[in-house]
């Protein structure tokens, strides 16, 4: 009768190990199964038998082999207990991540264990881990935006005064004078300052572009003359541009900006050995029927590319470089724009941007661009000393920034207007309060203690709503630009230019009164 009861006994045991949820198993100290329960073969896809004749090595991950065995070393010297974590491979080529309890029978060399497949754990602990670093690092971009916001508007109030009097003096002497050519660099050098703003700023936040028709192959013109000076020896830089025009709908300082940044990684992944980087434009018609790149819908595209004969990467690492906040660049080196910052440009475009590389022989990376409509369209606004001066427009500038105020009405009346400053804008609020009809025109910085550019174009709405007004200042935030058009502000232009671009957008809006 014993027998009897210990055979159903067994029989239940058997029973309960076969049904069993959990992975169940009996291994010996040579680190070979002796019995696993069927659960082991519907996690990894093995056969029971193919789990018998694998060594526990064969099995665990590389990485946690170490792990394994300072385990097995515990439970071989008779630790009751040991719980552990490791990856195992499954007959698919993947691993899945098993919980380990194990106890010992020393005497008979024996582990049971219960394993449970942890793996829906590990990815939610993994995803949790990631959101939480992207949510630091999106902190840490919000306080350098905000930062950057701060420093924006009194930086590109000096580079205004220094493009401003560098313009003027430029005029004031003969072409051939030994000073021009120093002054050239001045402004160039504070043009890009004022570039560089602008990339930290797209850099540390979202941004909405303002898009208009542009020269596709004026833009990256301009960019690559912008590397051409800063190349290193050894690093030849080509253009390569197609016939045809190629306009696109853009904004031309974001795009430039991609440009460069694409230009500088092709620089960097040289690694300091000789080298060429090729960058080109080309127009580009996509077929519905055809491999279409970057998932693009059909149609006619503008390309741009940049190749370079640097390092190359791999697979893995070529799928990850459009990230958020990755870089292979070394601590210290910088991170530039980047490249999820320039996926970020170009899908703000209507575009798309894809990369092939093969290490060891470099990298392409291909921007694509919808052409714009094919209306016509002047290239570039005319220099602002092209002003019609068949009468002469009065303009109102308003600066709590006398260096600017005063470089401002230098400039303004070189263009050929009528000229009035006000450092208060409560001042200014108030002459156009008295005279209504005296101005044709008002440019107002936008960040001023008394009284904001938005505030002051609000009053003016009310005192004469025909009245236009550019808001001018160092740093314009979406936001601004939002409450500018809501106000009927007529232009929002950036410090940290040429006086030409304020001076177009003043010519263009008096030529339409």
């Known amino acids: 009768m014993a027998g009897v009861l210990g055979a159903r006994d067994q029989a239940e045991r058997d029973r309960l190990f076969e049904l069993s949820l959990d992975m169940l198993c009996v291994a010996g100290f040579d680190g070979y199964f002796k019995q696993v329960n069927p659960a082991w073969s519907r996690t990894l896809g093995w056969s029971e038998a193919e789990l018998l004749a694998f060594s526990w090595k064969d099995l665990v991950h590389p990485d946690d082999r170490r792990a394994s065995r300072e385990a097995g070393k515990a439970l071989f010297a008779g630790m009751p207990s040991?719980?552990?974590?490791?990856?195992?491979?499954?007959?698919?080529?993947?691993?899945?991540?098993?919980?380990?309890?194990?106890?010992?029978?020393?005497?008979?060399q024996t582990i049971f264990a219960v394993v449970r497949d942890i793996t829906a754990q590990k990815l939610t602990e993994q995803h949790r881990i990631e959101l939480e670093t992207r949510l630091r690092e999106s902190q840490r971009l919000e306080a350098l935006g905000t930062l950057a916001g701060g420093i924006a508007h009194d930086f590109n109030n000096i580079l205004a005064t220094v493009l401003g009097n560098t313009t003027l003096a430029m005029e004031g002497i003969a072409p051939d004078h030994p000073a021009m050519e120093r002054l050239r660099h001045i402004n160039k050098a504070g043009l890009r300052a004022g570039d560089l703003v602008r990339q930290i700023l797209a850099f540390s936040k979202n941004f909405s572009p303002e898009l208009s028709r542009h020269?596709?192959?004026?833009?990256?013109?301009?960019?690559?003359?912008?590397?051409?000076?800063?190349?290193?020896?050894?690093?030849?830089?080509?253009?390569?541009?197609?016939?045809?025009?190629?306009?696109?709908?853009?904004?031309?300082?974001?795009?430039?900006?991609?440009?460069?940044?694409?230009?500088?990684?092709?620089?960097?992944?040289?690694?300091?050995?000789?080298?060429?980087?090729?960058?080109?434009?080309?127009?580009?018609?996509?077929?519905?029927?055809?491999e279409r790149?970057?998932?693009?819908?059909?149609?006619?595209?503008?390309?741009?590319?940049?190749?370079?004969?640097?390092?190359?990467?791999?697979?893995?690492?070529?799928?990850?470089?459009?990230?958020?906040?990755?870089?292979?660049?070394?601590?210290?080196?910088?991170?530039?724009?980047g490249l999820s910052a320039v996926h970020g440009v170009?899908?703000?475009?209507?575009?798309?941007?894809?990369?092939?590389?093969?290490?060891?022989?470099?990298?392409?990376?291909?921007?694509?661009?919808?052409l714009a409509d094919s209306m016509p369209h002047a290239?570039?606004?005319?220099?602002?000393?092209?002003?019609?001066?068949?009468?002469?427009?009065?303009?109102?500038?308003?600066?709590?920034?006398?260096t600017v105020m005063i470089l401002m009405d230098a400039l303004l009346k070189r263009a050929g207007y009528r000229v009035t400053c006000h450092s208060d804008p409560h001042a200014a609020v108030s002459a156009v309060r008295r005279e209504p009809q005296s101005f044709d025109l008002i440019i107002t910085d936008f960040n001023m203690p008394a009284?904001?550019?938005?505030g002051l174009a609000a009053d003016v709405a009310r005192?004469?709503?025909?009245?236009?007004?550019?808001?001018?200042?160092?740093?314009?935030?979406?936001s601004v630009r939002t409450e500018a058009a809501r106000l009927g502000v007529r232009g929002v232009v950036n410090k940290g230019g040429s006086f030409d671009e304020l001076g177009a957008v003043v010519q263009r809006i008096l030529a339409s009164q």
Not at 87 to 100: A, I, N, V
Not at 353 to 369: E, W
Not at 383 to 394: I, K, L, Y
Not at 463 to 478: E, F, K, M, N
């Open 82 to 108: 040991v719980c552990f974590e490791n990856r195992h491979r499954c007959k698919d080529g993947s691993y899945r991540w098993l919980s380990w309890n194990a106890y010992p029978v020393v005497a008979d």
């Open 215 to 290: 020269s596709l192959k004026r833009i990256v013109e301009s960019a690559v003359s912008a590397m051409r000076p800063d190349l290193p020896a050894g690093i030849a830089l080509e253009l390569l541009l197609c016939e045809e025009h190629v306009h696109v709908m853009a904004d031309p300082q974001h795009l430039h900006q991609v440009v460069v940044n694409l230009c500088s990684n092709a620089v960097q992944s040289m690694q300091g050995l000789p080298g060429k980087v090729e960058v080109g434009v080309e127009r580009l018609d996509i077929d519905a029927a055809a």
């Open 293 to 337: 790149p970057a998932g693009l819908p059909a149609g006619e595209y503008a390309r741009v590319w940049v190749a370079d004969s640097g390092c190359g990467m791999d697979e893995s690492l070529l799928g990850r470089i459009f990230e958020p906040f990755f870089t292979t660049r070394a601590v210290g080196q910088g991170v530039g724009l």
């Open 346 to 370: 170009v899908s703000s475009h209507g575009g798309a941007v894809s990369a092939d590389s093969t290490p060891g022989l470099g990298s392409t990376f291909h921007v694509y661009l919808p």
């Open 379 to 402: 290239e570039q606004a005319p220099h602002a000393s092209d002003a019609a001066r068949s009468e002469v427009q009065h303009v109102l500038y308003v600066d709590d920034d006398e």
């Open 451 to 454: 009284l904001t550019g938005l």
């Open 463 to 478: 005192i004469r709503a025909d009245l236009p007004v550019v808001i001018h200042s160092g740093h314009i935030s979406d």
